[in-house]
């Protein structure tokens, strides 16, 4: 399998690239950049039009490889963005990619294990790992767990073989890998008991204004027929507890909220309603 030559041949070849699309993520940027910087070779970022200091503050990162630009103004091209990340991190030569958004944080023991799962790959023919997405309910300590928010898991970690050509064309929820590992995931794809969590969803206003994005994105409910309104349904919540070494850093993280006195109230009311489990066993599950 030929690997594209990095940008610099005279350092070590890339290993693990991380792609980022973003449009204004001002906010949780400096957070995302201290998670993960350390727990990858290097980053490769599409700044997709953005009018705050995304750009700013992506270029100030040592591990930045490459920042794309898109012009303020353009509608969400996600099949357009996604293929223009893994085309460039081909570029440069990484093996692994790993999908990420700016408002997602992977939990402290990620860049152990990654490592690990990277370097068992080859023996046993994996090309792509599942990870669990935990959605952030009332606080940083606690994950929604009840119905579909349980089976949330994505396929966020995948080689790169450069010969595989044919992407997901959906202009939403479509997969980051190649539809040539998608189409052999019985085979080639592993579960794994990681987690990345999600921070937008921590309060009230930040899950109504996914929901709404979401309903612009995909108003008639093409590419998910259930919709979006359960994201701002409560009903039946259950929260489980993350255990202090499945956490995330930094603790000091600027993207998690800092709630004012009513949405503390409302975050401590859904917490008083829901079903603690204050000692959780991980389940990996499927899509």
């Not at 727990?39 to 920042?67: F, K, Q």
């Not at 990619?97 to 152990?112: H, I, K, N, P, T």
Request: glycine share 8%.
């Amino acid at each position: 399998m030929a690997v594209p030559t990095p940008r610099n041949p005279k350092a070590p070849p890339v290993s693990l690239i991380v792609l980022l699309q973003a449009r204004n993520e001002e906010r949780y940027l400096p957070g995302w950049l201290e998670n993960i910087g350390g727990a990858v070779d290097g980053i490769v970022a599409l700044d997709d039009g953005s009018t705050d200091r995304t750009a700013e503050i992506l270029s100030a990162h040592p591990r930045l490889l490459s920042l794309l630009r898109n012009p303020p103004g353009r509608d969400w091209d996600q099949p357009r963005n996604q293929l223009r990340l893994i085309e460039e991190g081909r570029r440069l030569g990484a093996t692994w990619f790993l999908a990420l958004d700016a408002d997602e944080r992977v939990e402290r023991s990620f860049s152990a294990k990654v490592r690990e799962l990277i370097a068992s790959a080859d023996p046993e023919g994996i090309e792509a790992y599942l990870i669990q997405v935990r959605e952030l309910w009332g606080d940083r300590h606690h994950y929604r767990c009840d119905g579909i928010w349980a089976r949330k898991a994505q396929y966020r970690l995948f080689r790169n073989v450069p010969g595989q050509s044919r992407f997901d064309a959906k202009a939403h929820h479509r997969t980051w890998m190649p539809l040539e590992i998608k189409d052999r995931i019985a085979t080639v794809g592993r579960r794994t008991d990681l987690n990345i969590y999600h921070l937008k969803t921590i309060t009230p206003a930040g899950r109504a204004a996914r929901a709404a994005r979401h309903e612009a994105l995909d108003p008639d409910h093409r590419f998910q027929s259930t919709g979006y309104s359960y994201m701002i349904d409560d009903q039946g919540l259950q929260l489980r507890r993350i255990p202090p070494e499945r956490g995330f850093l930094p603790l000091d993280d600027p993207g998690v909220a800092r709630l004012g006195l009513v949405g503390r109230v409302r975050s401590w009311a859904s917490l008083r309603r829901a079903s603690l489990d204050r000692n959780p066993t991980p389940h990996p599950r499927g899509r």
